[in-house]
T-cell receptor
Framework: AQKITQTQPGMFVQEKEAVTLDCTYD???????LFWYKQPSSGEMIFLIYQGSYDEQNATEGRYSLNFQKARKSANLVISASQLGDSAMYFC????????????FGAGTQVVVTP | DAGVTQSPTHLIKTRGQQVTLRCSPK?????VSWYQQALGQGPQFIFQ???????QRGNFPDRFSGHQFPNYSSELNVNALLLGDSALYLC???????????FGPGTRLTVL
């Protein structure tokens, strides 16, 4: 069984500042994948970044980077230089060997970017 | 290149009725997954279809069923609707089961 925990229900961040969203996970799978998705108020889930459990380097995609600490089972998302359009719900998710393609989502973190 | 599309956008039903939601995957994708997202919660996996067969299933009752067609599009059927079935239903497609999943805009179902 897999479990994703996001402990920050909501946070405010000022424009142009960096923000870190916490995500911890639990799994017995040796091979797994970690994802971050953004969900604006419109409802569509937008893929941001992916980290494989065997990837030695932290994933980066533009202003998004994933701080992967395997021993601590954490996969925090860092958004640099926040923009007003970053205001949304952010979900951490994972999939593993025993459930290939089945995404297990956390409860999400609501981010509000202020001018 | 069209992304994942879902229809209808919104739907209102009454308890006990049946509903069918539709999903067309992103061009070239062969796997479709369905998720239920209740208000204020993360999406919950319902099931996944690949090669026209249900490959994985989440913790949902048999009232939830699906189908995948030869063109990879998919339907989600829910019978005997309950008030608790009110949610945003998201469809996601991928090239293989393991790959990044692209989500559609969702269908918002309201059960009265």
């Amino acid at each position: 069984a897999q479990k994703i925990t996001q402990t920050q229900p909501g946070m405010f961040v000022q424009e142009k500042e960096a923000v870190t969203l916490d995500c911890t996970y639990d799994t017995s799978d040796q091979s797994y994948g970690l994802f971050w998705y953004k969900q604006p108020s419109s409802g569509e889930m937008i893929f941001l970044i992916y980290q494989g459990s065997y990837d030695e380097q932290n994933a980066t995609e533009g202003r998004y980077s994933l701080n992967f600490q395997k021993a601590r089972k954490s996969a925090n998302l860092v958004i640099s230089a926040s923009q007003l359009g970053d205001s949304a719900m952010y979900f951490c998710a994972m999939t593993g060997t025993d459930s290939w393609g089945k995404l297990q989502f956390g409860a999400g973190t609501q981010v509000v970017v202020t001018p | 290149d069209a992304g994942v599309t879902q229809s209808p956008t919104h739907l209102i039903k009454t308890r006990g009725q049946q509903v069918t939601l539709r999903c067309s995957p992103k061009s070239g994708h062969d796997t479709v997954s369905w998720y239920q997202q209740a208000l204020g919660q993360g999406p919950q996996f319902i099931f996944q279809y690949y090669e026209e067969e249900e490959r994985q299933r989440g913790n949902f009752p048999d009232r939830f069923s699906g189908h995948q067609f030869p063109n990879y599009s998919s339907e989600l059927n829910v019978n005997a609707l309950l008030l608790g079935d009110s949610a945003l239903y998201l469809c996601a497609s991928s090239l293989v089961k393991w790959d990044e999943q692209f989500f559609g805009p969702g269908t918002r179902l309201t059960v009265l």
